[in-house]
C-alpha cells in the first residue's frame, strides 16, 4: 500500500524540533551569515554589469526597469533568485540532516559536512525548480503584458487609476485571475516538489529523479500538502505580526514614566528596538525550523522510511556548549544596558529644531485641480514654502503646467499634451463646473508671475518622448522671470537633470527616485526627492554625507509628516501643505521625548500618547 501523509505530521514535527532545537538554531544562524556574505557581492557584481552596460554611473527607477526587462537583466534576476533560493534550500538540507540523525546525537559539524558535500545538487535542484517555476509563470506574464499594452496605454495611467473605465476593470478581473493562475502554479510546484529536497540529499538522487519522484510520492497527499503550506504561511505571518505588537509593548511598558525620566525613555526606547530585532530573528528562525520539521516528517511517512537515516559517521561535536542556562542569564542580565545605551543613541538623534520645508504637490489639490493658479494661490496661502509644478511642451512650443500626457483624467479629453495647442487648451476646463470657476492650463510663465517673491518653485521637468528643447526653453522662462534664486528643478528622467545641470551648472538641481543603485555620489542633483518608504535614518545621513538635502513624496498624514521629520528629512512634498504648515507649528511645542514617541507611534502603526495636536485639520 502506498504510503499516504497523517494529520499527525505536526505534531511529530514540533517532537523533533523540541529535540534538536540547539543546532537548528545554530545552523540558522551560521546560513544567515553565509546568505549576508554570498548574497551581498552577488548583487553588486549584477548591479556592476547592469551600469557598465548602461554606460552610466547609477541606475535610477526608469533605468532599472529597463534594465531588469532587457535579457542581461532577466538573467541577472535569475541568478539572483536562484541563489537566494540555493542557501535557503542548502539552510533546509543541513536542518533535515540534523533532524535525520539518531535521537540523542548532535553531530554539528558532521551535519554541515555532509550537506556541504552535496551542496552542488542541492544547487541544481534549485536552479531547475526555478526553471521549472518560470516555465509555468511565462505565460501568465505574457498575458499581463499583453493586457496591459491592449488596454492600458490609450490615455495616461493615471486616468485609469482615478476614473476605473471599463478598461481598467476588465484588466483587474485578468489580473485577478492571472494571480489565482500564478499561485495555484506555485503551490502546485511547491507540494510536487515537497520531498525532492530530502530525496536527493540522502537518497543522492539527480534534481530531474528527485523532482519526479518527489512528485509521485506526493501524489495521493496534495491536498494535506496544500493545508499544511497555507498553514505554515499563515502561521508565520501571524507570529510577524505578533512580534511587532510585543517590541512595540516592550517600550511601551515604560510610557508612564516617560514624561518625567529620561532614564525610562532610553530604556524603553532601547528595550523596543532590540526585542523587534531579537523577537523578529527568533520568528524567522523559528518559521525556517518548522518548515524543515515539516519537510523532514512528510519525507518519513511518504517515504515509508521508519528507521534514522544514515547521514554520516558519528560525531561527539555538539552544540548544547554553545546554547546554555548560564550564558542566556548572561545576555538577559546585559539586556538592561544595552537597551539603555540604544534608546540614548536614538535619543541623540532627534534634531531639535525643525529645518523643514513644506512644498505644496502641484500647489494644493485637494482645495483645487492641482498645477492650476488657483491650487498654487492656496498653498502660498496655507503656509507653504514652496511649491512644486509639472512642466512640458505643447504643440506650439510653449511650456506648459500639466502632469499628465493627456487630459483624461482632468477633462474627459483625449488630447495629448504634445499635440495640445493655446488654443485648444484654453477649451479645456480643468475644474469641470467646480464654484471656483472654471480653470485652465497654466503656462510656466504665469506660474512664476504669480509665485515670484511669494513662494519658492520646484520645477519637475516631465518627459514623454515627444520633448523638444524642454530644459533650454525652462531656463530661458526662469531668467526672464528674475527667479533664479528661487527656483529648483527636478525629474525622474536622469538625462534630463544632467542636462539642465550643464546648461545652468550653479542652479539647484534634484533627482526624483524611488530607488537607486550604483554611485548615488556621482549623480548630478542637489538633492533628492523620494519615496516616503524609501526615507529610512541611513539613507538620509547618506545623503547628507554626500552634501545633498532629502525631499520626501507625497505625505499627507501628520503622524508620518513627524515621524519624517525626527528623522531628518529637509523637506514635505504634500498635497496639505496647510496640514504640515500645523504639524511643525505642534511639534514647536513638543520636547524631544514626545517627538521621539510620534516617530515609534508611525513607526509601529500605534497611538502615540503624544500625537500632535493640529490647529488646523486636512482639507
Known sequence: MKPTLGWLTVAEAWRDYRQRWRPL????????????????????????????GSGKSVLTDQDLLYFVSS??????????????????????????????????????????????????????????????????????????????????????????????????????????????????????????????????????????????????RTAGSRAKLVAGILLWAGGSTLLGTIAGLLSALVGWLFAPAWPTSLVAVAIGVGAGLIAMIVIGVLLNLLATHALAALIYRAYRQLSGADTPLPTSPPSSARTSWLVTRTRLVACL??????????GFVALGRIPLDDAVLVIGHRGSPRSAPGNTLVSIETAIAEGADWVEIDVQESADNQVIVFHDSDFMKAAGSALKVWEATRTDLDAIDLARGSSRGPQRVPTLEEVLEVCRDRVGVVIELKYYGHDIDLERRVALLVESASMTEQTMFMSLNHEG????????????????????????????????????????????????????????????????????????????ITDVPGTARAVLEARAQMTPVARLLVDLADRFRLASPFAPELSVEAP
Not at 556541504?116 to 544547487?123: D, L, P, Q, V
Not at 490615455?155 to 500564478?182: K, M, Q
Not at 542580565?333 to 540604544?342: D, F, I, S, W
Request: proline content about 4%.
Open 25 to 52: 538554531l545554530v545552523i540558522g544562524l551560521a546560513c544567515r551569515t553565509v546568505a549576508f556574505l554570498v548574497l551581498g557581492p552577488l548583487y553588486a557584481l549584477i548591479v556592476r554589469v547592469a551600469i557598465a
Open 71 to 216: 535579457p542581461l537583466g532577466l538573467v541577472g534576476l535569475l541568478i539572483v533568485v536562484s541563489g537566494a533560493l540555493g542557501i535557503a534550500a542548502l539552510e533546509l538540507g543541513a536542518m533535515l540532516t540534523v533532524l535525520a540523525q539518531p535521537e540523542g546525537a548532535e553531530g554539528l559539524s558532521a551535519s554541515l559536512a555532509f550537506t556541504g558535500r552535496h551542496a552542488g545538487r542541492i544547487f541544481r535542484l534549485t536552479l531547475r525548480w526555478v526553471l521549472v517555476a518560470l516555465l509555468w509563470l511565462a505565460p501568465a506574464v505574457a498575458l499581463a503584458a499583453a493586457t496591459y499594452y491592449g488596454l492600458l496605454t490609450r490615455y495616461d495611467i493615471n486616468y485609469y487609476l482615478t476614473e476605473r473605465p471599463p478598461a481598467f476593470i476588465g484588466s483587474v478581473a485578468i489580473a485577478i485571475v492571472l494571480g489565482a493562475f500564478g499561485l495555484y502554479a506555485l503551490l502546485r510546484l511547491a507540494t510536487e516538489a515537497a520531498i525532492a529536497l530530502p530525496i536527493a540529499l540522502f537518497e543522492q538522487q539527480g534534481p530531474r529523479a528527485a523532482l519526479s519522484e518527489s512528485r509521485q
Open 333 to 342: 542580565a546585559l539586556t538592561p544596558l544595552v537597551a539603555t545605551t540604544v
Open 497 to 572: 537633470v544632467a542636462k539642465l545641470k550643464s546648461l545652468r551648472p550653479r542652479w539647484r538641481t534634484g533627482q526624483l527616485l524611488s530607488v537607486a543603485v550604483g554611485s548615488r555620489g556621482k549623480l548630478e542633483a542637489d538633492f533628492l526627492a523620494v519615496n516616503a518608504a524609501y526615507a529610512t535614518r541611513g539613507r538620509i545621513r547618506e545623503a547628507h554625507r554626500e552634501g545633498r538635502d532629502l525631499y520626501v513624496w507625497t505625505v499627507n498624514d501628520p503622524r508620518t509628516m513627524s515621524s519624517l521629520i525626527s528623522r531628518g528629512v529637509d523637506g514635505l
